[in-house]
């Protein structure tokens, strides 16, 4: 059952990122369907591939890659509801990239931080998560600069 969910999430994955990637082409040069075929790789990629490769990271006891996972997954969403035009885009974008860098990537760290090395987690596995954590904050911190939080609503504002 493990071989058959690793190779459902690649597949999932290679064609939800390659859906993503031909309705990225079709925008860019406005041909009809671009829309279409945007949507279905986004919504493939965030509820396909996204859920399936949760339920692996939290059977391998990875629970902070997966709820970085979901996170991402909102942040993806919300750039498909930039790119539509769609409302409350900002909102998914500013919320998504402030959990992921001021909770998740702490968590990273921190259980990166104290886990003790071993024979299964080498000192090499440990410096590449730190490493990849670093490049991670990096990035998510300069799309936080590029953030326009005075359009962000309050989340007391937001109808329920």
């Not at 990629?45 to 629970?63: A, E, H, N, Q, S």
């Not at 997966?66 to 500013?94: C, E, Q, R, T, Y």
């Not at 600069?145 to 005075?150: M, Q, W």
Request: aromatic share 16%; proline share 4%.
């Amino acid at each position: 059952m493990q071989g058959l969910n690793s190779k459902m999430s690649v597949w999932i994955g290679m064609a939800s990122a390659s859906t993503i990637l031909l309705g990225c082409v079709f925008k860019a040069f406005h041909l009809q369907g671009a829309a279409f075929v945007f949507i279905a790789g986004m919504s493939l990629f965030c509820f396909g591939f996204i859920p399936v490769l949760m339920v692996d990271l939290f059977k391998k006891g990875r629970i902070v890659l997966a709820m970085g996972s979901f996170f991402l997954s909102s942040l993806i969403l919300g750039a498909l509801f930039k790119v539509m035009h769609w409302p409350d885009a900002n909102f998914l974008l500013s919320w998504s990239v402030s959990i992921i860098l001021f909770g998740i990537l702490p968590l990273h760290f921190l259980k990166t931080y104290r886990t003790k090395t071993s024979v299964v987690y080498p000192q090499e596995a440990k410096l590449r998560d730190v490493f990849l954590g670093i490049l991670v904050m990096a990035f998510f911190a300069t799309w936080y600069l590029l953030l326009d939080l005075s359009r962000i609503p309050s989340p007391y504002s937001l109808p329920l």
